[in-house]
C-alpha cells in the first residue's frame, strides 16, 4: 500500500516560491503519462518538456530523482510529480516492473542505506584519539566561555542602557569569539539578547537573556559537578553534535503521539530555515520536539508527520534530564487519517501547564520553550491583544501573527489550544474547536 | 519579589559602575542564599539576575481576568457548523490562500456577486476561516448584499474590529406585539454609526416602510448632513404617498443643500407632493415647443431663477454636469438640474413622441445639459422607456466620459435583450475604433453578463464577437496583461462566458495557473445552479 502524503507535507519539500509556482503548473495530472508506483514506495512518472523526462520520487525520504538537466534539485519535474501525485493517489498503479532509468535510481538508493547501515564500520573509531579531539575542543570552549564571562560582566559595568546605544559590532565580536571557540549553540542566545534589547519590554526581555547566558558560564565552569543528563543538555545547547553512532545507541520507545503542529523559521544567519514539530504524549501529558534543518540547497526537511493525527511512532529522545527533543527511530509508513479527532490529555487549565513546566525548569533550568496542549480556553481581547482564558479565569498573552484569523476560527467559544511557551506568552501553533482544528503557522 | 526585581533591573541597566546600593529584602537573600556566591559586583549581580530569571520563570503567575460574572464554557457552537458547500470553500481557501493582497483586491465584482448568489441559494454562511479575507477584500458598496451570510461568528468578530462594525446591520430585526422594533433592535438604532445605520434602514424599508421612516425621524435631529442625504437616500425603496410629509419637511427646512436635493428628487417621482406640482409649474414656465418648426426652447426668467435659488434649486453643487461641461455657466447647471428633476410626463405630455423629443432637445443650444438632467431623471424614475429610447437615439454609444455609474445605472434599467443589442452595438464600435478607459466600467458590470446569459462562446460561434475576443483574449494571454486594469472586462469574460471548447481551441499554450479566475469559474460552474 502506497504512502499517504498531505499537501501540507508536499509543501514543505518545496524549497521557494519559483519552484513551487513552476512545480505547480507541471501537476496536472493529465501532462503526466507512464505514471506507476512499487511496493518500495517509490512513485514515477514522464512528462513532456524540452524533452521527455523522467522523474520519481521515494515518498517516506521524500527524496527526488529526475532525468532532466537542471542543477536545482530537487527539480521542478519530480516536484510536480509529487503534487501530481498528492492530489491524484489512486492513478499511480502498483506495477511489478519498473522502467529502466527508476531501476537504477532504486538501486543507488539501495546501495547507499546498505552502506549506511552497513554493519561493519567503514572506519574504526580511536577512542584514544576521539578523547584527545574532545579534549582539545573543550578546551577552546573552555576559552570561549571564559571570554563570554568577561563580556557578560563588561555589559553589566557599563548597564543595558549604553549597549543599547552601542553598535552592533559589541554583539558580533562576541559571536566571532564563540564561532572560533566552535560554541556556535549559544550565537542564536547572543542574537536573542540583543533584539531583547530593542523590543517594547527591552529591560524585561534583556536581563531574561543575561540571566540565562550568565547561567550557561556559570554551568560550563562547573559541568563536573553536575548531572550527566542536564551536563548532556548543556554540551548539546553549546554546539555540541551527537555523533551517528551514539544517536544509533540510544533507546526508543514505541508510543501515541498527537502531532499537534508545527512552526518553520529562518536560522539566525539566514543561511536556512528550521522546523520544529511538537508531539504530544496523551498518558504522561508530555511534548516531543522532532527538530529539523535546512541548510540552502544541501539538506532538506525530512517528511513532515501529518498534523492533527494520533499515530504510533518509535522515538528515540536526545539525553536530557528532561527529555524532550527526538528523533524518529522509523519513519511510520502508513497513516489511518481521521478529521474529527480532537487531541486527549489537554492541561485543564494555566495553573496545571505552568506547574508542569516549574517541575520541568527544576530538572532543566535551560529549557527556554516547551509546547502546551490546554483545553478550555477562550479568547479576550485588550488594547488589541489577544489574551487566552482558562477556566480558572486566569489570562495569559497570545502570539500570533493575525489574531483576526484566530478570533474568526474560535469567536467566543472555548477552545483547544496548542502552543509553544516561552516564559512570556504563548505562540499559537494550533487551535481546535467542533472537532475542527486550525492551524497559524 | 517585584521590588527586589524592579531594583535589580535598575541596577543592571545603569551599570555596576554607578555604585547604586542594591536593597535585598531579607525574604529574598533567604530564598537565594543557596544558589549565590559572593564575588565580584558585576559577578553577584549576574548570579542574582540568572537566579531570579529562574524564579520568575517557574513561578510565572497569570494575571487573573477580572469578570463580575464569570463565563460559562459551552463546547456547542452551532452556527459553525453551518458552512457554505465545500467545493465554494474550497475554491475560496484556494484563492485566499495563493493571491497576495493587491491581486486579491483585483477580484472581479463580478465574480464576488456570482459567489454570492451561489451562496444564497445554498442557504449558506460564510465559513469562519475565510472570515477575515472575506470581510477585508469586499467591495463596500456590496455589504447590503452578503449581509444574511453573516454567521454569530462574524457579528462577533464585527464588534471587535472598528473597520468590520457595520456588519451588526446583520442582526435580526425583531418587531414587537405592538409592530414596533425590540429592545435590542431599537438601541442597534439609536446607537449605530452611519454604515450600520444605512444597512439597517435598508432592511427596515423593506420590512415595514413606515417603521422606516418612523425610525429615520427620531434620530434626524441628531446626525450630520452626510448621514442625513445617506439616510433620505434609502427612502427610496418603497417610497409611497405616506413618505410625501416627512420629504416636503426635509426639501423646506433642512440646512443642508445637498440634502435638500436630495429630498427634491423623491418628491419628483411623488405626484401627491406640492413640490411636484411646483415642478410642473416650473416646466411650463420655462420649457417651449414649436411644432411646426419641432424646435425646443428653454427660458428662464429672471424672477423664476431668483425664485430657484432661494429653493437650492439653481444646481449649485450638484456636479450634474461632468468635465468641461462644468465650466460652462450658472444657467447651465440649473438647467441641467432642473431636468433631472422634471417628471419625465411633463416631456410626454409636450412632445408624444420620445425620438421627437430627443430630436428637439438636440437642436437646443441648452442640448448638454437638458440630456445630462435627462439621464438623471431616468434613473431616479426608473424609466425603462426613456432608457431605451435614450439608447435608440444614441446608436448604443455608450462612450460618455467621466460618467460610467450613470451609464451602467441606465443600461441596468433595460431588459437584457435590449442590453444584448447595446452591447453589440457597442462591440462593433469597440472593433472600429479603440477601447475607452470611460466605459471599462460598463463593459466590466455587464458584457460578459449579456454575453453569458445570450449564449456560451462556443467553437462554431461565428460572427464579429467571436473573431473579435478570440483576437483580443489571444493578445492578452500573449502578453501576459493578466492583472492589468485595461482588461478587467477580458478577465470576466474568460471567467465566465467562453466554453472549454473554445478555451482549448484558441488558447493552446494556456496555463490554468496563468489565468486562475479561470480556473475558479470552471470550479464555479460545476456548483451553481
Given amino acids: ?60 525520504e521524500l527524496k527526488f530523482e529526475c532525468s532532466c538537466p537542471s542543477f536545482k534539485r530537487p527539480c521542478k519535474h519530480a516536484l510536480g510529480l509529487l503534487l501530481c501525485y498528492v492530489d491524484h493517489q489512486i492513478l499511480f498503479p502498483m506495477v511489478d516492473e519498473q522502467p529502466e532509468r527508476v531501476k537504477k535510481w532504486i538501486e543507488k538508493k539501495h546501495k547507499a542505506s546498505q552502506k549506511a547501515t552497513s554493519s561493519e564500520p567503514a572506519k574504526a573509531v580511536d577512542p584514544e584519539a576521539r578523547a584527545k579531539r574532545l579534549a582539545a575542543r573543550e578546551k577552546k570552549v573552555d576559552d570561549g566561555i571564559g571570554t563570554l564571562e568577561v563580556w557578560l560582566h563588561d555589559l553589566v559595568r557599563l548597564g543595558l542602557a549604553k549597549a543599547r546605544q552601542d553598535s552592533y559590532s559589541l554583539f558580533n565580536q562576541i559571536s566571532t569569539r564563540l564561532t572560533d571557540a566552535q560554541a556556535t549553540g549559544l550565537l542564536a542566545w547572543i542574537e536573542a539578547l540583543h533584539t531583547a534589547l530593542f523590543t517594547e519590554h527591552w529591560q524585561q526581555d534583556s536581563l531574561n537573556w543575561l540571566g540565562r547566558l550568565n547561567l550557561v558560564v556559570h554551568l560550563w565552569q562547573r559541568r563536573s559537578q553536575l548531572d550527566p543528563l542536564l551536563q548532556a543538555e548543556l554540551r548539546q545547547l553549546i554546539g555540541f553534535t551527537m555523533t551517528s553512532d551514539q544517536l544509533a545507541t540510544l533507546p526508543f520507545e514505541k508510543k501515541h503521539y498527537w502531532t499537534l503542529g508545527h512552526k518553520i523559521g529562518a536560522l539566525n544567519d539566514g543561511k536556512g530555515r528550521y522546523r520544529r514539530q511538537w508531539l504530544w504524549q496523551p498518558e504522561q501529558q508530555q511534548p516531543a520536539l522532532l527538530l529539523d534543518f535546512e541548510i540552502g540547497s544541501f539538506t532538506h526537511f525530512p517528511l513532515a508527520l501529518p498534523l492533527g493525527q494520533l499515530q504510533p511512532l518509535a522515538l528515540q529522545f536526545y539525553p ?117 482544528m486550525s492551524c497559524f503557522y | 519579589m517585584s521590588t527586589f526585581a524592579h531594583e535589580l533591573g535598575l541596577q543592571l541597566t545603569l551599570g555596576s559602575q554607578f555604585n547604586k546600593p542594591l536593597n535585598i529584602p531579607s525574604d529574598v537573600k533567604a530564598l537565594l542564599k543557596d544558589d549565590i556566591t559572593e564575588g565580584d559586583k558585576e559577578q553577584y549581580l549576574l548570579q542574582l539576575l540568572s537566579a531570579w530569571t529562574l524564579y520568575q520563570d517557574a513561578g510565572f503567575q497569570p494575571v487573573t481576568l477580572s469578570l463580575d460574572h464569570p463565563r460559562t464554557i459551552s463546547r456547542a457552537d452551532p452556527e459553525s457548523l453551518i458552512v457554505v458547500a465545500e467545493p465554494v470553500q474550497h475554491i475560496f481557501k484556494r484563492y485566499f490562500a495563493e493571491k497576495s493582497e493587491r491581486q486579491r483586491l483585483n477580484f472581479p465584482k463580478i465574480l464576488w456577486t456570482y459567489w454570492i448568489q451561489a451562496t444564497r441559494q445554498q442557504q449558506g454562511k460564510i465559513p469562519n476561516a475565510l472570515l477575515v479575507d472575506f470581510l477585508s477584500a469586499l467591495y463596500s458598496d456590496q455589504r447590503a448584499d452578503v449581509l444574511h451570510l453573516l454567521s454569530s461568528r462574524a457579528l462577533w468578530l464585527g464588534q471587535h474590529n472598528p473597520e468590520w462594525q457595520w456588519t451588526a446591520a446583520a442582526q435580526s430585526i425583531t418587531l414587537d406585539a405592538t409592530g414596533q422594533l425590540d429592545a435590542a433592535t431599537q438601541q442597534l438604532w439609536l446607537s449605530a454609526d452611519k454604515s450600520v445605520r444605512v444597512l439597517l434602514l435598508q432592511r427596515l424599508r423593506q420590512l415595514d416602510p413606515m417603521l422606516g421612516l418612523q425610525q429615520l425621524q427620531l434620530v434626524w435631529d441628531s446626525i450630520d448632513a452626510e448621514q442625513r442625504e445617506n439616510l433620505v437616500q434609502c ?172 451609464q451602467s445605472q441606465l443600461l441596468a434599467l433595460l431588459s437584457p435583450e435590449q442590453r444584448e443589442k447595446i452591447m453589440l452595438l457597442q462591440c462593433q464600435n469597440f472593433k472600429s475604433g479603440h477601447y475607452h478607459d470611460s466605459t471599462r466600467q460598463v463593459w466590466d458590470q455587464f458584457f460578459a453578463e449579456q454575453i453569458r446569459q445570450v449564449k456560451n462562446l462556443d467553437d462554431s460561434a461565428q460572427g464579429f464577437i467571436s473573431e473579435l475576443l478570440a483576437d483580443e483574449c489571444l493578445t492578452f494571454i500573449q502578453t501576459h496583461d493578466k492583472y492589468t486594469h485595461t482588461c478587467a472586462w477580458l478577465k470576466d469574460f474568460l471567467v465566465l462566458c467562453a466554453s472549454p471548447q473554445w478555451m482549448n481551441r484558441h488558447l493552446t499554450h494556456f496555463e490554468p495557473d496563468e489565468l486562475p479566475l479561470w480556473h475558479t469559474r470552471q470550479q464555479l460552474t460545476q456548483i451553481s445552479p
Fill in chain 1, 1 to 60: 500500500m502506497l504512502m499517504t502524503i498531505t499537501a501540507e507535507q508536499a509543501q514543505q519539500a518545496i524549497p521557494d516560491a519559483n519552484s513551487q509556482k513552476a512545480a505547480k503548473k507541471l501537476s496536472r495530472c493529465e501532462d503526466w503519462h507512464n505514471k506507476g508506483a512499487s511496493s518500495e514506495q517509490w512513485i514515477w512518472g514522464e512528462i513532456t518538456g524540452s524533452a521527455i523526462y523522467q522523474s520519481a520520487v521515494f515518498l517516506p
Fill in chain 1, 320 to 436: 536530557s534530564s528532561v527529555p524532550c527533543r527526538a528523533k524518529l527511530a522509523e519513519q511510520p509508513s502508513t497513516i489511518a487519517f481521521s478529521n474529527d479527532s480532537i487531541p486527549q490529555g489537554a492541561f485543564a487549565h494555566f495553573e496545571q501547564a505552568l506547574q508542569h513546566h516549574a517541575s520541568r525548569l527544576s530538572h532543566n533550568p535551560l529549557m527556554t520553550q516547551e509546547c502546551w496542549l490546554v483545553e478550555n480556553l477562550y479568547l479576550h481581547l485588550i488594547d488589541n491583544r489577544v489574551y487566552a482564558v482558562d477556566q480558572q479565569q486566569a489570562l495569559l498573552p497570545l502570539s500570533i501573527q493575525d489574531h483576526w484569523k484566530l478570533m474568526a476560527a474560535v469567536g467566543d467559544q472555548a477552545f483547544l489550544l496548542a502552543a509553544e511557551w516561552n516564559g512570556q506568552q504563548l505562540d499559537v501553533l494550533s487551535v481546535w474547536q467542533n472537532n475542527q
Fill in chain 2, 235 to 406: 427612502l427610496a425603496a418603497q417610497l409611497s404617498e405616506a413618505d410625501v410629509a416627512f420629504l416636503q419637511q426635509v426639501f423646506g427646512t433642512d440646512r443642508s443643500r445637498v440634502v435638500k436635493q436630495s429630498s427634491a428628487y423623491l418628491l419628483s417621482r411623488l405626484p401627491q407632493s406640492d413640490f411636484y406640482q411646483q415642478l410642473v409649474s416650473i416646466f411650463n414656465q420655462s420649457v417651449n415647443y414649436q411644432n411646426s418648426e419641432q424646435a425646443l426652447e428653454f427660458e428662464l426668467p429672471e424672477t423664476l431663477l431668483k425664485q430657484l435659488k432661494e429653493q437650492s434649486l439653481d444646481g449649485k453643487g450638484s456636479k450634474i454636469l461632468s468635465g468641461n461641461q462644468q465650466k460652462t455657466g450658472e444657467k447651465a447647471q440649473t438647467i441641467a438640474f432642473l431636468c433631472s428633476l422634471f417628471p419625465l410626463d411633463c416631456w410626454s405630455n409636450l412632445i408624444a413622441d420620445a425620438h421627437q423629443c430627443f430630436s428637439a432637445i438636440k437642436k437646443c443650444i441648452w442640448a448638454d445639459s437638458i440630456l445630462a438632467g435627462l439621464r438623471l431623471a431616468i434613473i431616479h424614475q426608473q424609466r425603462q422607456d426613456w432608457a431605451t429610447t435614450l439608447f435608440q437615439h444614441q446608436q448604443g454609444l455608450l462612450i460618455h466620459h467621466d460618467a460610467t455609474d450613470e
